[in-house]
């Protein structure tokens, strides 16, 4: 025991001294990012993006602008094909090893995000570093390396093609994760790296439910999942019997509030929720407070941003913009430029401006996930807050959803299909469609237009989804596990539609 001691606190020691450093780009910004910007167009002046687009002569942030256009994976797509088969200086410089492969929500093609060797480090690897730095310095007196660290990554082995390797990018990080990390952490390497979802959650049961268990790390549907099968397996009340000294959930990939009473009946005891933010393409942001989940976006991982508003995102034009003219509480999608060899490239993700001093955010969606048949606007972050509302109301719980519109027909209205799936069902389902309805209207007077007299849209229509409906369609999809979600929101029947059928 004394020697856990020990090493718990040289351990946080060591992690807690990074936090001078980020106080340095919380202090200076720009400069930090107009260094990174700089800094990555000299390193990759000599490549065939660089030529192409002629980073040599590019002297200021506007020259940037005019001459490196905006692309989407689709635009981008030739470049990695050609570095993953082995070639070298494409967009970055030398070889990319590694490329993370993901697959997108459900049909889309699997994408391929290179990992250079510096997005490795100073990227991914840096920031998880920091994730803990942050909560160490927040509770000094945490306990986190007496413990265990339980992590449930993806269901991607990696594999090798051309000389190079891809798979899930939680597959590459355990892959080489350093070796006072990997004696910390739970499942071994061996189970966390299976790739059949149904086997590997049982190999993880078996091997955690023995384990002391001090830090949880995932998305929040699948570590629910997780702790539901290790409660089963157990035969104990709650998590917090069988792990005392479970102290932190380490969160993101997906919205926490439909699941924050769920993990805290579970746990059974109150613990300190984290939210972090990042994909295959990088590392964006960390929960900097305990009593606030906005996060810190992290300004020095070799991550160059820029942001388009959304009000002018489907325009051939849009705006751009750098940090330096963010606004607070504006809704924008992400542009990114990587030290992985990503070119002001469009994320897919929208965000909102919580603060500028420091620079705080708060994911409200993704780019093609929202309904906007009708003009009504509606994002993710409205839907959650009116789910939240309708739940604390009638005492539900959600465990999944997805919604999409009914298209006019004749004289018929359109309206909003929903299929939930509860955990907990409202005392009266329809107060919860009521409520949600009408927090609706409150938070979003687009779509109070167009409810009223229910001239364009008509009553929200609700379904109630089968047991572990959500979990099926994955699973058909071969989709366990993981980064993978169900889309929350769509502007058409793509989803929907095959999640009714199966509900029949």
Not at 94 to 122: D, Q, R, V
Not at 369 to 381: C, D, K, P, V
Not at 404 to 409: D, E, I, Q, S, W
Request: hydrophobic residues 35%; charged residues 25%; negative net charge.
């Amino acid at each position: 025991m004394a020697t856990k001691a020990l090493f718990n606190t040289v351990v946080n020691w060591f992690i807690r001294q990074r936090i001078d450093q980020i106080q340095n780009f919380m202090d200076h910004p720009i400069e930090t990012q107009k260094g990174i910007l700089f800094s990555q167009l000299f390193h990759a002046e000599d490549t065939e993006y660089g030529k192409l687009y002629g980073f040599n002569s590019i002297s200021s942030y506007q020259d940037f602008k005019s001459k490196v256009p905006i692309v989407s994976y689709e635009e981008m797509e030739p470049f990695i094909e050609k570095a993953r088969q082995g070639h070298k200086d494409v967009s970055w410089p030398g070889l990319i090893k590694h490329f993370a492969k993901s697959s997108g929500t459900t049909n889309a093609k699997s994408k391929f995000i290179p990992i250079s060797a510096e997005s490795l480090e100073y990227c991914h690897m840096k920031a998880g570093k920091d994730m803990v730095s942050i909560y160490a310095n927040n509770h000094p007196e945490n306990q986190l390396f007496n413990y265990k660290n339980l992590r449930l990554g993806g269901s991607s082995e990696l594999y090798a093609d051309f000389n190079t390797k891809f798979g899930d990018l939680s597959a590459i990080l355990i892959d080489n994760l350093p070796f006072w990390v990997e004696i910390t952490t739970t499942p071994s390497k061996k189970v966390s790296l299976m790739g059949e979802w149904e086997s590997k959650l049982k190999a993880i049961t078996s091997e955690v439910k023995n384990e002391d268990v001090g830090s949880i790390l995932g998305v929040p549907s699948w570590m629910m999942v997780l702790l539901q099968r290790v409660l089963k397996e157990t035969h104990v009340e709650s998590i917090s019997e069988l792990w005392p000294n479970l102290e932190v959930f380490f969160h993101g990939g997906i919205s926490f509030k439909p699941y924050r009473e769920q993990f805290r009946q579970i746990i059974g005891k109150n613990i300190n929720y984290y939210e972090i933010y990042n994909a295959s393409e990088g590392f964006f942001g960390i929960q900097d407070r305990s009593d606030s989940d906005e996060m810190l976006l992290m300004l020095d991982y070799g991550i160059f941003y820029e942001f388009i508003p959304m009000d002018q995102f489907h325009f051939s034009n849009p705006k751009v913009v750098s940090l330096e003219d963010v606004e607070v509480g504006k809704n924008y999608a992400m542009v990114i430029t990587t030290n992985g060899g990503l070119w002001r490239y469009l994320i897919g993700d929208t965000v909102v401006f919580t603060s500028i001093n420091p620079f705080r955010i708060k994911i409200t969606g993704r780019t093609k996930h929202y309904i906007n048949a009708f003009g009504e606007e509606l994002m993710i972050t409205n839907v959650e807050s009116a789910l939240s509302k309708a739940c604390e109301l009638t005492g539900a719980q959600i465990t999944d959803f997805t919604g999409a519109p009914v298209f006019m027909k004749g004289n018929e209205g359109g309206a909003h299909e929903w299929i939930f799936e509860f955990s907990q069902y409202p005392d009266n389902l329809d107060h919860f469609i009521d409520a949600f309805d009408k927090h609706l209207k409150t938070i979003n007077s687009d779509y109070e237009a167009k409810r009223y007299n229910n001239m364009t849209l008509k009553r929200p229509i609700v379904h109630i989804a089968k047991e572990n409906l959500f979990y099926h369609w994955l699973e058909a999809k071969g989709k366990l596990g993981g980064q993978n979600k169900v889309p929350r929101l769509s502007n058409d029947r793509e989803y929907i539609d095959p999640l009714l059928e199966m509900n029949k």
